[in-house]
């Protein structure tokens, strides 16, 4: 008997009170990872299809699910796009300091320019009671914090783009040997057109979706989004 079944009628409710209160405080970041999780399975099912589908044109033996997930061509494919998004979060956290566009509830204020004062930021003396503690620290301590979300945001980029780039080596050097060409070393891959159009192609889709939605977010409304300006709400008001 499980320790959930031996438990009383009360602990279950409270049980499941304390599941759902989770699930509606936290639903927002729990939808997305099932969808991450979700579209990240099916990629990996229908990128062995093409995977084997292009064995067979090229005369070469078609391999099992397992050894597709764990191969050099779908850790290319999966750190490709998860550099290009990361480096969008993290352009758009920095560029968004100090740029702004009138009107656009992604931006701040025409004149808000800037990181603001540590009365704006509630940090130094500024820091509230319920502030985190790092917030009324001072030195570094206060200073990476006042910049961890940049810094994690661009870390996890530079390390997805250097795990697309050693996963793409490895493919790019197996279809070149089952080519009967030279493989490269990582350094001359940096500079072949296979690695730069896995990238830019993703980079400049990453770019025009946040350039559209900064402009777009100024003229139309989502009734409901935090992410959009009240229906009611002027163009040129940001909120």
Do not use: C
């Not at 990238?199 to 400049?204: A, G, I, K, P, Y």
């Amino acid at each position: 008997m499980s320790a959930f079944q031996r438990a009383s009628a009360s602990q279950r409710v409270r049980a499941f009170k304390r599941l759902r209160a989770f699930l509606r405080d936290n639903g927002l970041s729990t939808a997305f990872l099932l969808l991450f999780l979700g579209a990240l399975a099916a990629q990996s099912f229908a990128g062995h299809a093409t995977f084997n589908d292009t064995q067979v044109s090229d005369g070469l033996e078609q391999i099992g699910y397992l050894q597709y997930v764990t191969s050099s061509s779908f850790a290319a494919d999966v750190a490709e796009n998860w550099q290009s998004e990361y480096l969008q979060f993290f352009l758009y956290i920095a560029v968004t300091v100090w740029l702004v566009q009138r009107g656009s509830p992604e931006s701040k204020k025409p004149g808000e320019e800037g990181p603001g004062s540590d009365a704006d930021q509630n940090i130094h003396a500024s820091a509230t009671p319920s502030s985190p503690r790092w917030a009324a620290a001072d030195g570094l301590r206060q200073t990476l914090f006042s910049n961890s979300l940049l810094i994690v945001m661009g870390s996890i980029f530079v390390l997805s783009w250097l795990a697309q780039s050693v996963a793409g080596v490895v493919a790019f050097d197996e279809q070149q040997l089952n080519s009967y060409q030279a493989a490269v070393s990582w350094a001359e891959y940096l500079i072949e057109p296979d690695f730069w159009n896995r990238t830019l192609q993703n980079w400049q889709s990453e770019f025009l979706a946040v350039g559209s939605m900064v402009i777009l977010s100024v003229f139309l409304r989502q009734r409901g989004s935090p992410e959009s300006k009240p229906v009611g709400a002027p163009h040129d008001d940001a909120r």
